[in-house]
């Protein structure tokens, strides 16, 4: 069990990267592959590798069922999950017709309901271009035109002595009004270690209590806190809640790590998905979005790295 864990820990990821690093942080920040499989995530969102003071961050992760759609690692960012939000056009397509997944492509339509987590059909990429220097990372993707929906999208991380900030850019370049949800996975494993007891969450606000938190998970309050593992806890479990919103701010910490990591985003989120696997434990921030034709959206997440308060 504890190798097959550690094997999935250390899944492939893109092999072309673009190392960027300031201080005491560095990240190796995975470039867009036009022949990607994968049609879940945004193809610029991906960090195999951030540390801080010489400890890591994330983890990677993979679904055993569908690893070439699900393989990540660091932020992952999707768009419309189909949860309560479709990708632009899926709903208006007939079976093989085209819809437009953000930082991704115009996938085709299979099937009467959306997947995310499948591998869809693909139509066309879109065009990206990437620029970087010693402490910062750009991506434009300009999306294929599918049925008068299209957009650039504009993604970049810089770093900063005691962080980084990761900040959108949303365009609306078609002739339809786009209306999108984009949330980032987070797949972090502080300095090498799995989902455990003493990891925990602190929210700046405190939600109402869902009617069940599943086990590993323990909610009182604004304080997320891992409890005691499951017996048969294993690389293919998971366990969630979903948070109303109410704040922009949060912090994961795991004090025997060393490490403290505060999100601020910009806006609040409508929703936070806290996920948790045996890889990485996963606070999800939901930013609901909307852009009317020719104008353009935009948004953010501050992160700063500290030392636990003891």
Not at 53 to 63: C, E, I, K, S, W
Not at 81 to 95: I, K, V
Not at 266 to 294: N, S
Request: with cysteine.
């Amino acid at each position: 069990m504890r190798r097959l864990l550690l094997l999935l820990l250390a899944v492939p990821l893109p092999a072309a990267t673009v190392t960027i690093a300031r201080g005491e942080l560095a990240m190796d920040c995975a470039l867009p592959d036009p022949a990607a499989a994968g049609t879940r995530f945004d193809g610029s969102s991906l960090a195999p590798r951030a540390s801080w003071r010489g400890r890591t961050l994330f983890a990677g992760y993979t679904h055993l069922n569908y690893p070439e759609t699900n393989t990540a690692a660091g932020f992952a960012e999707e768009f419309d999950t189909g949860e309560r939000s479709l990708p632009p056009g899926w709903a208006q397509a007939r079976p093989g017709e085209a819809f437009l997944k953000l930082g991704v492509g115009a996938l085709r339509k299979e099937g009467d309901g959306y997947l995310h987590w499948r591998t869809q059909p693909l139509a066309a990429r879109g065009a990206w271009q990437v620029e970087h220097g010693p402490d910062w990372y750009q991506t434009t993707w300009r999306s294929p035109a599918v049925d008068g929906r299209a957009c650039t999208l504009v993604r970049r991380v810089e770093l900063r002595d005691d962080g980084f900030t990761v900040s959108h850019r949303l365009a609306n370049t078609g002739s339809v009004a786009l209306a999108s949800e984009h949330y980032a996975h987070h797949f972090l494993c502080f300095a090498g270690r799995p989902v455990e007891p003493g990891y925990e969450i602190e929210l700046g606000w405190e939600p109402p209590a869902p009617a069940v938190v599943p086990a590993p998970l323990h909610l009182a309050g604004r304080l997320l806190t891992i409890g005691a593992l499951p017996a048969k806890w294993s690389p293919t479990d998971g366990a969630g809640i979903a948070l109303a919103g109410g704040g922009s701010e949060l912090a994961v910490r795991h004090r025997g790590a060393g490490v403290e990591l505060h999100l601020r985003c910009q806006p609040a989120p409508a929703r936070l998905v806290i996920h948790a696997t045996p890889q990485a434990l996963c606070p999800e921030p939901f930013t609901a979005l909307g852009a009317q034709p020719g104008a353009e959206v935009s948004w953010s997440c501050t992160y700063t790295c500290r030392e636990p308060a003891p």
